[in-house]
């Protein structure tokens, strides 16, 4: 038995931040949202750290569940899965692939096209410029691509037809291929697989969730945004 808002999301409009968005919105949950300004470093705040001790977004607290905490967005998603019972397959077989393919992004996508990011629109911007990182992590996450479009042929989503925790965690990152510069050319299934969840009204709707970064997907005032963005991060790049 779930209580209305038991959940209390700490995030921000990120790639990871979308996920548990992404989730709450597609399972028509009621939840409650404090945004985690980066800009005033609210992610490494003591009070914060309490909860999420990598000083990251997002964090969920159930508090239907005597507060227990979740932070990674792997485990939130997964957490939620079981809590309400969506979006992860009741077949062992099939809730063992979907979590197969959520670990596939935790370990591949996410990090691999986090590097191609940073390198190329944070530390390049910093005067850090290391093409021989950029080029690593954008063949990587181009390489990663290649195995999603096969393992995408004659399948609407990861893991058959059903959109799953799989899918959610996938799609905010390997959609923003724009902006870690990695190519989709000569991906069909993985372009169709965009396309099919660009139709999903609520995914897209947790897109502007706190924030619309849609610059992140190549709209915008990509220069602007670019500029804010490194700016954001600019005591990360250790000298
Ligand atoms: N493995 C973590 C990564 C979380 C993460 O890197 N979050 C980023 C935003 S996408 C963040 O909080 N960055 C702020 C910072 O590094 O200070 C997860 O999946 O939750």
Redesign the pocket.
């Known amino acids: 038995m779930t209580n209305k808002k038991d959940i209390h999301l700490y995030t ?1 409009s ?4 979308w ?1 548990p968005v992404i989730f709450l919105e597609e399972a028509g949950v009621e939840y409650e949202l404090t945004y ?1 300004d ?1 800009s005033k ?1 609210e ?2 705040s003591n009070w914060y750290l309490k909860l999420n001790p ?5 964090t969920i607290v159930d508090r239907g569940n005597n507060n227990f905490v979740v ?4 485990a ?1 998603l997964w957490y939620l899965a079981e809590k309400y019972g969506k979006f992860l397959p009741a077949n062992a077989d099939d809730k063992s692939r979907a979590l197969q393919w959520l670990m596939f992004q ?1 370990a591949g996508v ?1 990090p691999m096209m ?1 590097q191609a990011m940073y390198f190329q629109r944070i530390a390049a911007k910093q005067g850090e410029v290391h093409p021989f990182a950029i080029k690593r992590y954008v063949d990587e996450s181009r390489r990663l691509f290649e195995v999603l479009n096969t393992h995408l042929e004659g399948r609407k989503y990861l893991v058959g037809d059903n959109y799953t925790i799989a899918d959610m965690a996938t799609y905010p990152w390997a959609r923003a291929y724009y902006w870690a510069k990695v190519s989709v050319e000569g991906l069909p299934n993985l372009q169709e697989w965009f396309d099919r969840i660009d139709d999903r009204e609520a995914t897209q709707r947790a897109l502007e969730i706190p924030k619309p970064f849609w610059e992140f997907f190549g709209k915008g005032d990509i220069e602007a945004f670019e500029a804010a963005n490194a700016e954001r ?1 600019k005591s ?1 790049v250790r000298k």
């Open positions: 921000a990120t790639m990871n931040g996920k985690i980066f470093k992610q490494k990598n000083g990251r977004i997002p932070f990674e967005s792997g939130i935790m996410g986090g991060f990360d």
